[in-house]
């Protein structure tokens, strides 16, 4: 079973920077995708980045250019980099991953506790 566990979130006014980790742990095989999902009051979750085990990126329109999503296998971490950030980008932030065990037969999502993100003047 994969455990995910994020950091780095926490209070910065308009135009600042954030980076969150997440750190993958425990027992897991093949991590086929890996990525970061918001979720404000009020909104349903959304996806943010997302990263494929070839390396193949995606973004939602409203954070290219400003966002960035990155790995590092050999410590089984996963970043997003959050630049020139604005009060609407105020979530919880979680990390995802979709875990494939016997050539692809099994697939299972996990997801991360999340860690506030809260961007105000």
């Known amino acids: 079973q994969v455990q995910l566990v994020e950091s780095g979130g926490g209070l910065v006014q308009p135009g600042g920077s954030l980076r969150l980790s997440c750190t993958a742990s425990g027992s897991f095989s093949y991590i086929a995708y890996t990525g970061w999902y918001r979720q404000a009051p009020g909104k349903e979750r959304e996806l943010v980045a997302g990263i494929a085990q070839s390396g193949s990126t995606k973004y939602a329109d409203y954070v290219k250019g400003r966002f960035t999503i990155s790995r590092d296998n050999a410590k089984n971490m996963v970043y997003l980099q959050m630049n020139s950030l604005n009060t609407e980008d105020t979530a919880v932030y979680l990390c995802?991953?979709?875990?494939?065990?016997?050539?692809?037969?099994?697939?299972?999502?996990?997801w991360g506790q999340g860690t506030q993100v809260t961007v105000s003047s």
């Open positions: 995802y991953v979709i875990e494939e065990k016997v050539g692809g037969i099994y697939k299972y999502e996990h």
